[in-house]
């Protein structure tokens, strides 16, 4: 059977940041940086938990310096999500991460959705997400709207991630409720590390349309019935929440359950570079894991064609893929 055909909805740009492209651009931008080669950074990939991973994730973005940086992170895992049968992608941005550093709003933003319309070029749709900081004060999270808004860079939609363990939601609001009054989409991590009630609190005060990873919802039944029963999509990363000591094991990653559940969830590989595979390495390692059905399949790639905030064209078009793919033998 070819590859599955598939759109993906929860990426870093940042997490796509391979070792060995972190030290070309250490040598292109002449930053000094503490490992000896690809290997040796690598091997310092072993977290307790998300700060763990935050913190080295922060550190390694000292490297990406010009709007030339950007384009080349995103050119790099555009070639690498089409081997992984991507069709579409929804593409997060840490904006504040790098004009924190000092870079302009629209360097970076220029870099990053030039290489993106080139792979549209090729068949490949994508949209750019900017996700706000959690961990950063509120006025901050404002401020990054309006620079989006103010860059007239083609912006799909506003996301949060980052912590979940630092403030409220409700802080959030002034920024969403901006971004939602100029026609962005909406999406917000919760319910990683943080408990259920972050998720509620993401759909009733910031009205985002998707929330990324959710998984702890399944500790609430109540809210699992009010997901099912609205579908809203969750962007779920099987790798990342291993890696990150959300769940054990691949094996006891609540997927199945979820999807048994009526949930509408994706699959998704959150920050591939650093947590053991593209999105294609997800969908092997969770269905052998937990002993997927081709109808499971089936139903992860028609749910993320359905959570994709595609125009309506787009969307027939990503149905009629699935569909093929489903019905060879
Ligand atoms: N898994 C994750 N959770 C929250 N913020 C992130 N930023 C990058 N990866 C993240
Ligand atoms: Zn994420």
Redesign the pocket.
């Known amino acids: 059977m070819p590859t599955m055909p598939t759109v993906e909805l929860h990426l870093?740009l940042?997490?796509t940041l391979e070792p060995e492209l972190i030290l070309a651009l250490a040598e292109r931008n002449r930053v000094d940086l503490p490992y000896a080669d690809p290997e040796d950074l690598r091997s310092r990939y072993e977290f307790t938990d998300?700060q763990s991973?935050?913190d080295l994730?922060n550190a390694n973005l000292d490297v990406l310096r010009t709007g030339e940086d950007f384009h080349d992170l995103t050119a790099a895992y555009l070639a690498r999500a089409a081997t992984a049968g991507v069709r579409h992608a929804e593409v997060f941005l840490?904006l504040q991460s790098h004009t924190g550093r000092g870079l302009r709003p629209e360097e970076v933003l220029d870099g990053v959705t030039a290489a993106l319309d080139t792979s549209r070029e090729r068949g490949l749709t994508s949209g750019l997400i900017v996700t706000l900081m959690r961990h950063l004060p509120p006025e901050g999270a404002v401020e990054a709207v309006r620079q989006v808004l103010d860059s007239g860079a083609e912006v799909l939609g506003i996301g949060m991630?980052?912590?979940?363990l630092v403030r409220h939601a409700r802080d959030f609001a002034p920024a969403f409720g901006l971004a939602r009054a100029h026609g962005l989409r909406l999406t917000s991590?919760a319910g990683?590390e943080g408990p259920p009630q972050h998720v509620a609190d993401v759909l009733d005060i910031l009205h985002v349309e998707r929330v990324d990873?959710g998984v702890r919802a399944m500790e609430d039944p109540a809210l699992v019935e009010r997901l099912a029963a609205d579908q809203v999509p969750l962007t779920v990363?099987p790798l990342?929440n291993v890696r990150?000591g959300v769940f054990p094991s691949l094996g006891e990653h609540p997927l199945r359950r979820m999807l048994d559940a009526g949930l509408l969830v994706t699959v998704n590989s959150?920050?591939p570079a650093y947590f053991g595979g593209y999105v294609d390495e997800n969908f092997r390692q969770v269905t052998a894991a937990l002993d997927l059905s081709a109808d499971h399949l089936r139903t992860l790639a028609r749910n993320a064609v359905e959570a994709a905030w595609v125009d309506d064209a787009r969307r027939a078009e990503l149905r009629d893929e699935v569909a093929g793919w489903a019905a060879t033998p």
């Open positions: 870093h940042e997490g998300l991973f935050l994730y840490d991630c980052s912590t979940e991590h990683e990873h990363c990342s990150l959150d920050d």
